[in-house]
Structure formats: C-alpha cells, structure tokens
C-alpha cells in the first residue's frame, strides 16, 4: 500500500470538509515531481496554451499594474532562477499531459479525499502548479469550483474571507461566471482582514476553504513552489447554475433580489434559463484574452522585459 498523502484526518476535518477554512497536514512536498529538475523539465515542455506569467509593480496592493506576460527560448532551469531574482508569478495548467506523475498525484489525493469524506462525489478534478517570486502577492479573487492549495516549497500567508456579502458581492460572483469579469476584479477592503481566517504555511501544509471563498495570497521572502487542486461535484455545479442564471436575470430583466437556492422549482427554472441562454448564444463561451507585454529575461531588472504588446487567446 503506498503512503497516505495527507497524514492526519481529525473528526473535524472530517466534519467541516468543505464548509469552512481548513489546515491539513500533507507529504506531497517530499515528491520528486517538485524538484528543480522535473520542474525545469516541465516548463520546458509546458505550451503556450497551459501557463500563465504575471508580474506587477513591486508593493502593489491592487491589480492595476499587474501584467500578463510570455516565457521564450528559456531553459527550464534559466526560469527557475528568473523566479528566485525577479518579480513574478508562473501557473503551470494541465501538467498531467507533460508529466503522468501528475495525474497519479491528484488521483491518489481524491481518492483519499473520497474514502475521508464519501459525500464529496467529485466528478471533475484537475491540478496547477504555481513557481512565485519571493514577495510576490496574489490579489484578493475567488474560485468557481473546489480549491485546495498544497505548500510544497518556501512559506506564504494566505487570508480567506467568508463566502457571503460583502466579501463577496453577488454581481461580482455573476460577472466572474459569465466570464465578463476576472477572478481578481473583487472589490477588496483592507479592513476585512479582521474577519478573514489567516494562515501561514509551510512545505507540508495544505488548505481547502468553502465555495467562493474569497482569498489573497502573501509570498514570503523566499522562492515558492505550491500546486492547487480544482474539483468540480453536483453542488459546485449546481452553485454555478444559480449564479449563471442570476446573472442573466439581473441584466435582461433587472431584477435584483435573487435566490441562491439550489434546489426546488426555482433552481429548475434557472436551469432551463441557462439553457435557452445558450441555445440562443447569448452568452460568449469561456474564451479568455490577454495583452502580452513582457518576456521573461533573467538579465532585466526583475527578470521582466517589456516588448511591444501582443493579443493571445485561449
Ligand atoms: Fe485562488
């Protein structure tokens, strides 16, 4: 039998699985797929499609300098050091098509997630891996499925904030659903920070918090290497559902008390409103578009290059 990835279920991890903010202890860390060389490896062969680069104003507490960008003729390793001198951020998508030790990784995880708490029903689940710069933040955003986040190098704090208003306006969530909006257009009030559950975490830590929950990520002075996991189950999707149809309540007949029940009658109809909306395209697909405006150069100032901005799409 191989090792259990997360180390220690208490009956109150059990119990609040999913409903509010929570720490697990983990051994993912001590995998060999997080060394420098599988990760230089995978963001060799990692395409243009499955990785996002960020960069954004050192000290920034908001998302107006933040900047998407491109890695070019780079070796993984040459990215890896851009990562511990520079200023930036690297979400790798999808690392299971490049690496298969991915995907055993994140089924052993669910598995275990399901054996622990049999009611979870995932039937969609993927993996991330995030490489930060020492102080980079990520600004204050929300999820649509089941997130976990898993510290497998360096240390960083991570604040979330309760799923409900005004942490989280029910416009706002609308427009992040039908992608009219990005997850980091939240508002966000410093003040909130006293009710949010903070934890700092190290390699061998993981958290998972309740739907929506809107969180901000603090980098400490050191490299970061995490992967997240994403899952979608029927109430996921049936959230999703209510949000979308609410969505498109508010704006075509600007009604502005909206029910976020999912079940019944009223869930039903917004069901059979998401449908026509789509059958009759009223709604664009999840296509997203980017301005490309730096190259990653681990001999400019913060390892960022500006060259003239580009439109990528995926
Ligand atoms: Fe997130």
């Not at 690297?90 to 298969?100: A, D, G, H, R, W």
């Not at 959230?239 to 600007?254: H, M, S």
Request: with cysteine.
């Amino acid at each position: 039998m191989t090792n259990p990835i997360i180390t220690e279920w208490t009956p109150h991890h059990i119990e609040a699985f999913g409903k509010e903010p929570l720490r697990f202890n983990h051994q993912a860390h001590l995998s060999p797929l997080f060394s420098n060389e599988t990760l230089a490896d995978l963001i060799e062969r990692t395409p243009r499609e499955s990785y996002y680069v960020n960069t954004m104003k050192r000290g920034a507490k908001d998302r107006s300098s933040r900047r998407e960008g491109e890695i070019r003729n780079l070796s993984g390793l040459d990215v890896l050091d851009a990562v511990a001198k520079g200023h930036i951020w690297i979400m790798l998508l999808n690392p299971e098509k490049v690496i298969s030790g991915y995907s055993h990784l994140l089924d052993q995880i669910y598995s275990e997630f399901q054996e622990h708490v049999p009611s979870l029903n995932v039937f969609k689940k993927k993996i991330s891996i995030l490489i930060s710069s020492p102080n980079i933040p990520v600004f204050y955003h929300c999820d649509l499925a089941g997130q976990t986040l898993w510290q497998v190098r360096g240390e960083k704090t991570v604040y979330v904030y309760p799923n409900y208003e005004p942490y989280l306006p029910q416009p706002n969530l609308e427009k992040i659903i039908l992608n009219e909006a990005h997850e980091i257009s939240l508002p966000y009030d410093q003040a909130w920070d006293n009710v949010a559950s903070s934890f700092t975490i190290k390699p061998g830590d993981m958290l998972h918090w309740q739907l929506y929950a809107p969180h901000r990520i603090q980098n400490g002075n050191c490299v970061n290497v995490s992967f997240t996991t994403e899952h979608v189950t029927p109430t996921v999707r049936r959230n999703f559902v209510v949000n979308y149809a609410n969505g498109i309540l508010r704006r075509t007949l600007g009604v502005n008390s909206l029910s976020q029940t999912t079940s019944g009658p009223q869930y039903w109809s917004k069901l059979a409103t998401v449908a026509a909306a789509k059958s009759l395209r009223l709604q664009k697909g999840r296509e997203q578009k980017f301005k490309i405006d730096f190259t990653v150069d681990p001999a400019a100032p913060d390892c960022v290059r500006d060259i003239p901005a580009y439109q990528f799409s995926k």
